[in-house]
């Protein structure tokens, strides 16, 4: 292994964690604009219009995205737009030290050491979050870049990772937390794939480390 590819989104951090401080922020918001109330439901019509549009297959993803969630929330595409970079890609970057994994930052120190790459292939925008989260790539691959262009589980973005690293896909490894995307996305591109297991010390477990090392050794 030359590699590790990491997810973002509920694999470098707790998302859920992050979900709650938000939500407690929107609420915040509307005891001054009660109109920051229905901002809740386009986030949700737009998480849930891309969750049901990764297999479509079709090219201009990062605008056909918010015209999913527009139709959704019946509002507009602008709306849905403002409303997603504010909540989604904005207020979320001082909560993301807070709601690190513990043992994340080490980890990308001993891959480091080890001269192992590291990449990060996210569905989202992750440059703004993985400067947030005090972590480093040498590659930062989105499935909304021009030349992705497809949402995960389509592997493209996971090939197009491995090209700008130089490696090939069977010397990486990619960590992600949710196997019905992640895991087929790395199943699809044949990479092997590490599924991050919650409610444990995933990146504190000595057994990580063991499992890197035999894949850096093999």
């Given at each position: 292994?030359?590699?590790?590819?990491?997810?973002?989104?509920g694999?470098l951090?707790?998302?859920?964690?992050l979900?709650l401080?938000?939500?407690?922020?929107?609420?915040?918001?509307?005891?001054?604009?009660?109109?920051?109330?229905?901002?809740?439901k386009?986030?949700?019509?737009?998480?849930?219009?891309?969750?049901?549009?990764?297999?479509?297959?079709?090219?201009g993803?990062?605008?056909?995205?918010?015209?999913?969630?527009a139709?959704?929330?019946?509002?507009?595409?602008?709306?849905?737009?403002?409303?997603?970079?504010?909540?989604?890609?904005?207020?979320?970057?001082?909560h993301?030290?807070?709601?690190?994994y513990?043992?994340?930052?080490?980890?990308?120190?001993?891959?480091?050491?080890?001269?192992?790459?590291?990449?990060?292939?996210?569905?989202?925008?992750?440059?703004?979050?993985?400067?947030?989260?005090?972590?480093?790539?040498?590659?930062?691959?989105?499935?909304?870049?021009?030349d992705?262009?497809?949402l995960?589980?389509?592997?493209?973005?996971?090939?197009?990772?491995?090209?700008?690293?130089g490696?090939?896909?069977?010397?990486?490894?990619?960590?992600?937390?949710?196997?019905?995307?992640?895991?087929?996305?790395?199943?699809?591109?044949?990479?092997?794939?590490?599924?991050?297991?919650?409610?444990?010390?995933?990146?504190?477990?000595?057994?990580?480390?063991?499992?890197?090392?035999?894949w850096?050794?093999?």
């Open positions: 292994m030359k590699a590790v590819i990491f997810d973002v989104d694999t951090y707790d998302q859920s964690k979900r401080r938000i939500l407690f922020d929107m609420v915040a918001a509307s005891i001054w604009h009660p109109s920051c109330l229905y901002d809740f386009i986030i949700w019509d737009f998480r849930r219009a891309r969750e049901q549009n990764p297999f479509l297959g079709e090219s993803i990062e605008e056909k995205q918010y015209v999913w969630g139709e959704r929330s019946g509002v507009s595409v602008k709306q849905v737009r403002e409303v997603v970079q504010k909540w989604m890609f904005e207020k979320p970057l001082p993301l030290p807070l709601c690190r513990e043992g994340v930052q080490r980890l990308f120190r001993y891959l480091s050491e080890k001269n192992i790459k590291i990449g990060i292939f996210s569905d989202y925008p992750a440059n703004q979050k993985i400067s947030a989260l005090g972590l480093w790539a040498d590659v930062i691959v989105c499935s909304l870049d021009q992705v262009d497809r995960k589980p389509d592997p493209k973005g996971l090939f197009i990772a491995a090209e700008k690293l490696v090939s896909v069977g010397n990486c490894l990619f960590i992600g937390d949710r196997d019905e995307k992640d895991g087929v996305c790395a199943r699809e591109a044949e990479m092997p794939f590490l599924l991050l297991k919650r409610n444990s010390d995933f990146y504190r477990s000595p057994d990580l480390y063991k499992e890197i090392d035999s850096i050794n093999g």
